[in-house]
């Protein structure tokens, strides 16, 4: 099992900044993936950012050259540096993270989530 605790959510004025940040703790060995997601009210739950063990990272159209994903391997946690934030930021981020395990079968975990409000 992998434990995922998010911190760094809350309320911000359209251009502000926020820093999320997820540790994992417990059968972290094996992670390969790293990602945030968001939820926003009514809406699907979509990639925001994610990484990779070898730091390769991906990001949604619509906060790229806003957002940047960040991973500290040797404490197995991953941070989203989110700027320049608009209204529809807004949303419940949660942490995933992807293990393989024995005989190559992937697991999937998440984290309780986070919320992050854009308002004025």
């Known amino acids: 099992q992998v434990q995922l605790v998010e911190s760094g959510g809350g309320l911000v004025q359209p251009g502000g900044s926020l820093r999320l940040s997820c540790a994992a703790s417990?059968?972290?060995?094996?992670?390969?993936?790293l990602g945030w997601f968001r939820q926003a009210p009514g809406k699907q739950r979509e990639l925001v950012a994610g990484?990779?063990?070898?730091?390769?990272?991906n990001y949604a159209d619509s906060v790229k050259g806003r957002f940047t994903i960040s991973s500290d391997n040797a404490k197995n946690t991953v941070y989203l540096q989110m700027n320049s934030l608009k209204f529809e930021d807004t949303g419940l981020y949660s942490c995933?993270?992807?293990?393989?395990?024995?005989?190559?079968?992937?697991?999937?975990?998440w984290g309780q989530g986070t919320a992050v409000t854009v308002s004025s």
């Open positions: 995933n993270a992807r293990r393989v395990g024995v005989g190559g079968t992937i697991y999937d975990y």
């Open positions: 417990g059968s972290a060995a094996n992670i390969y993936f």
């Open positions: 990484i990779t063990s070898g730091r390769n990272t």
